[in-house]
């Protein structure tokens, strides 16, 4: 197994949304035993710590947002840390709510600007977060990032450093979207599997499809994997929760794809809201998704025994 170097960045982003208890989650991964889990599959691993917020003064005309020189200052840090960290390794964001993505997809972007490869992004998600700031009626920026690392017009924020063309953009498993995010995706050329796509088709065709785009392009792939992705009755600690997710062993397929694929550069682990845990059920379950996101196999199967020998 070719060994990795994942850099453990914590997120304790908690403003991004009303409901307290994602800045918990870089500690919750890291008491269910992230770190271990990697390095007994031989991966390397850093733990960069926790970053820092220094909000940044900004006011936006939608009145409804909330928090937002936070999240500015939170974005600044984390894009500045995950482009360093792309320059060592593998960097996994430990969140925190899903507006940190507002700042880890801005820095392994701007990385594979400096790389002059094509960066793919697979938003594993109920929600499809193409609201702006300007369109949300919330006022949560976690449900902006999509539109910002699509080069959406973003009040407030800095220009994104690359946008990432639509086609290579996949959501994946999405089941709740508001009616101005409707009429904004409807303009863009994004691959949308809802999960009435994964009941028709399952998880494995379309995935395929997008990950050989990734691999035809050489591209560097950023996966995002919210909580909520998961159905609660298997992932309850998350405030967004929607029926009908994925289930256990949709994800962990999921995952093994992706590991079998090699593409994956970049990853965010978001809405953890541990208060909202059963005895650390769904870290424990975050944690073993990862894990098989970076190899581990419950049993690897020798290639006579897919021609139906012994």
Not at 204 to 218: H, K, M, N, Q
């Amino acid at each position: 197994m070719t060994q990795t170097h994942c850099l453990l960045i914590g997120a304790p982003v908690d403003t991004g949304q009303r409901r307290p208890g994602c800045l918990m989650g870089p500690a919750a991964y890291r008491t269910a035993g992230l770190a271990p889990a990697l390095e007994a599959l031989g991966h390397r691993v850093t733990d960069l710590g926790d970053a820092a917020c220094t909000p940044v003064p900004a006011t936006v005309t939608n009145p409804a947002v909330h928090h937002l020189p936070e999240t500015l200052g939170w974005a600044q840090s984390l894009a500045a840390m995950g482009e360093a960290a792309m320059a060592e390794g593998m960097p996994i964001f430990l969140g925190g709510d899903h507006s940190l993505s507002l700042g880890s997809v801005a820095g392994v972007a701007a990385a594979a600007k400096s790389l002059n490869r094509p960066l793919f992004v697979l938003w594993l998600d109920a929600h499809s977060d193409f609201h702006t700031p300007s369109t949300t009626e919330s006022g949560n920026l976690h449900g902006t990032p999509v539109a910002y690392l699509a080069g959406r017009d973003f009040e407030a924020f800095p220009p994104f450093p690359a946008p990432v063309p639509p086609e290579n953009i996949c959501l994946f498993g999405i089941r709740s979207v508001d009616a101005a995010e409707h009429a904004a995706l409807l303009e863009h050329e994004i691959a949308i599997n809802d999960m009435r796509v994964l009941d028709e088709r399952g998880v494995v065709a379309p995935l395929r499809e997008f990950l050989a785009l990734v691999e035809e392009a050489d591209g560097l792939l950023h996966v995002s994997l919210d909580v909520d992705f998961l159905d609660p009755v298997v992932a309850p600690a998350v405030g967004t929760t929607v029926p009908g997710g994925a289930t256990f062993r949709e994800a962990h397929l999921v995952m093994e794809l992706l590991h079998e694929s090699g593409r994956v550069t970049s990853l965010d682990l978001v809405e953890l809201n541990p208060f909202l845990d059963e005895r650390g059920r769904t870290a424990h379950l975050m944690v073993d998704l990862v894990a098989s996101l970076m190899g581990k196999k419950v049993f690897d199967r020798p290639t006579r025994a897919y021609r139906g020998q012994v």
